[in-house]
């Protein structure tokens, strides 16, 4: 039953290797290699791209070249451009740049809060209202979406569980600051599609008619399992890497964000549209691998292909 009612919905997925893919990476991925990759994906359908991170070049190398990828990447017609902001600063770049949408993040567990952030909760909300502040300031059409994302809502690699009234109290936090959207991330894949429908049903009774996406990480094989349990309370928008890139310095063994030519093959085989042409998409993973020759890819589909005659969900 809830099968049928699913299908034939819009679904968008969102690319974020070029950021969460990449961040901890050693080796830099050349701009126009990146570039390359962000006109390919969108050519294959994919109609948001988080493109760079807004993040001190000092810190996290690979980001450097941000200005020329956002250029780049606004040029593509139709594609939507997501920056990461994790401050204010961040946000008055990726508004300079011009940026479509801005991910915001913070993170639930106040131990990865301060690792990443080197900030309490409460200063990085602070922050998050300033940001909103700007964002409001700036005339029509030149104003980014803000999506307010929380790392480590469904367990952290330092605390272990994160209460549920924590994710919701954030989440609640962020929209009265004037979020758009809440991004509910499980950063170091700690998710099941049992506490992924726990906490997606409280965030999003919380936070009422404001969207929530998800963000899930593939570590202990259960992203797509938590995209069915996400999907069936709602959900409606997911990050996800080509290939499965990304990990995270703090979960040793992590294979990454969920596979996103995986994810497309689960959403068009359950009738879902994403505007994406799968062969095309697998076809973009020739430029990750040649860029990465000792980074291990992922991906069932671009393993096993499409079955035998399988019909698309706009040719059935
Ligand atoms: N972009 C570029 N430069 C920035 C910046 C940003 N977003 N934020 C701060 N800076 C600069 C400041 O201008 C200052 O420069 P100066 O030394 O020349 O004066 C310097 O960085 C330190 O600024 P400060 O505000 O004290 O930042 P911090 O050292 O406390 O670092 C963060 C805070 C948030 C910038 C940093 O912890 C960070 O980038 N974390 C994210 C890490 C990450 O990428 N995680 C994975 C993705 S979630
Ligand atoms: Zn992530």
Request: aromatic letters at 6%; proline letters at 5%; charged letters at 20%.
């Amino acid at each position: 039953m809830e099968g049928t009612l699913m299908a034939d919905i819009d679904v968008t997925v969102c690319e974020v290797g070029l950021r969460d893919g990449l961040q901890m990476l050693e080796t830099f991925f050349p701009t126009q290699e990146k570039l390359a990759w962000i006109r390919a994906e969108a050519q294959a359908g994919v109609r948001e791209i988080e493109v760079t991170s807004f993040v001190p070049p000092k810190l996290v190398p690979q980001f450097v070249d941000a200005q020329e990828v956002v250029e780049g990447a606004l040029a593509i017609p139709g594609l939507k451009v997501m920056g990461l902001v994790p401050n204010l600063k961040g946000a008055e770049r990726g508004i300079t740049l011009g940026v479509h949408t801005l991910n915001f993040v913070m993170s639930v567990s106040r131990t990865h809060n301060l690792k990443n952030v080197r900030r309490e909760r409460e200063e990085s909300v602070a922050d998050f209202g300033r940001i909103a502040d700007l964002v409001r300031a700036q005339p029509e059409g030149r104003r980014p979406r803000l999506l307010g994302g929380l790392s480590t809502a469904l367990g952290c690699s330092f605390e272990g569980e994160i209460a549920q009234d924590d994710v919701v109290k954030y989440a609640v936090a962020l929209v009265e600051a004037g979020a758009d959207e809440i991004m509910v991330a499980d950063t170091v894949g700690y998710a099941t599609p049992a506490s992924v429908k726990s906490v997606f049903k409280a965030v999003m009774a919380a936070v009422g008619p404001v969207p929530v996406s998800a963000h899930f990480h593939d570590t202990r094989g259960l992203g797509l399992a938590n995209v069915t349990a996400a999907l069936e309370c709602g959900v409606r928008r997911f990050d996800a890497s080509l290939a499965g890139l990304g990990g995270c310095q703090f979960a040793p063994g992590a294979t990454g964000n969920i596979v996103m030519d995986d994810l497309c093959f689960l959403l068009d085989a359950m009738g879902m549209r994403t505007g994406v042409d799968l062969g095309r998409l697998v076809a973009v993973r020739e430029i990750v691998a040649r860029n990465l020759p000792a980074t291990p890819l992922y991906g069932a589909l671009a393993r096993a292909g499409l079955p035998t005659k399988y019909k698309t969900a706009g040719e059935r």
